[in-house]
Nanobody, 122 residues
């Protein structure tokens, strides 16, 4: 299974950006999906997650500005980011908890995308 993230870039404060992440491979089902980020010199932190039944959860710092969504048919997760701030700068990683096709299909595994850089200038 591979996760491919896209959509990062350089924007000015107040602008918007949309990140997307698609999973491919022998997938039986995808449970939780989410986005994490890591700013320079800081630990990776949760940005937003969404359950298989479309229940979202947001970090307090992005609530009201970011929207997470998923497409279960396509195994994709997206993050719409608006009113971006310089403190949103970092490498954004998508995450999925995936059940694989095969005899062990009930066991979910954690998968991460390669990271996409978001830079917000002031």
């Amino acid at each position: 299974v591979q996760l491919q993230a896209s959509g990062g870039g350089l924007v000015q404060a107040g602008e918007s950006l949309r990140l997307s992440c698609a999973a491919s491979g022998r997938i039986f089902s995808v449970n939780d999906m989410g986005w994490y980020r890591q700013a320079p010199g800081k630990q990776r932190e949760l940005v937003a997650t969404i359950t298989h039944s479309d229940s979202p959860n947001y970090a307090g710092s992005v609530k009201g500005r970011f929207t997470i969504s998923r497409d279960n048919a396509k195994n994709t997760v997206s993050l719409q980011m608006t009113s971006l701030k310089p403190e949103d700068t970092g490498v954004y990683y998508c995450y999925m908890k995936i059940q694989l096709l095969g005899w062990n299909y009930l066991t979910p595994y954690d998968y991460w995308g390669q990271g996409t850089l978001v830079t917000v200038s002031s």
